[in-house]
């Protein structure tokens, strides 16, 4: 019904950027909260930062004043710039959204996950 494809990961070394985006694609009525997760070797899955339909931001302490989440409404996509990387923000990020999507003639609830995208940050 509605993928989400993730890009912009990679390897790269402490201090530096990345900045992942994240589309999603399908029958969608509405997108409301888009988001960033990861899940760390041997760890469980953590919330780095939303974003609201209005652009409102929610973000982990441990990426504030970092990363930024932004949006674009017209093209169902979020994004992350991540800057300063550490080791410990080594993880696979996922991507989330929830709202509404067409089926079957009629609305129904959607909560999407992407596929993943690996971010390694090392020397």
């Known amino acids: 019904q509605v993928q989400l494809v993730e890009s912009g990961g990679g390897l790269v070394q402490p201090g530096g950027s990345l900045r992942l985006s994240c589309a999603a694609s399908g029958r969608i009525f509405s997108i409301n909260n888009m988001g960033w997760y990861r899940q760390a070797p041997g760890k469980q899955r953590e919330l780095v930062a939303t974003i609201t339909s209005g652009g409102s931001t929610n973000y982990a302490d441990s990426v504030k004043g970092r990363f930024t989440i932004s949006r674009d409404n017209a093209k169902n996509t979020v994004y992350l710039q991540m800057n300063s990387l550490k080791p410990e923000d080594t993880a696979v990020y996922y991507c989330?959204?929830?709202?509404?999507?067409?089926?079957?003639?009629?609305?129904?609830?959607?909560?999407?996950w992407g596929q993943g995208t690996l971010v390694t940050v090392s020397s």
């Open positions: 989330n959204a929830d709202g509404t999507v067409y089926y079957s003639g009629a609305l129904a609830p959607l909560d999407a």
